[in-house]
């Protein structure tokens, strides 16, 4: 999920990839923001590269 968002793929584009309600995939955005203690999908994306978390 976190590298769809890295890849900036919407909330939309997401389910569609992974057959999943939309609703579910925003559930799981907000839960990684959280965790990585970030507020934005680029914040996370970066926070995600800085801690090793993407290739």
Do not use: C, P, W, Y
Not at 24 to 49: E, F, M, P, Y
């Amino acid at each position: 999920m976190l590298r769809l968002v890295a890849e900036g793929l919407t909330n939309r584009e997401i389910a569609e990839r992974l057959f999943i309600a939309q609703k579910t995939v925003s559930v799981h955005v907000s839960n990684i923001l959280g965790k990585l203690d970030v507020s934005t999908r680029t914040q996370a994306a970066a926070a995600a590269r800085r801690l090793g978390l993407l290739a």
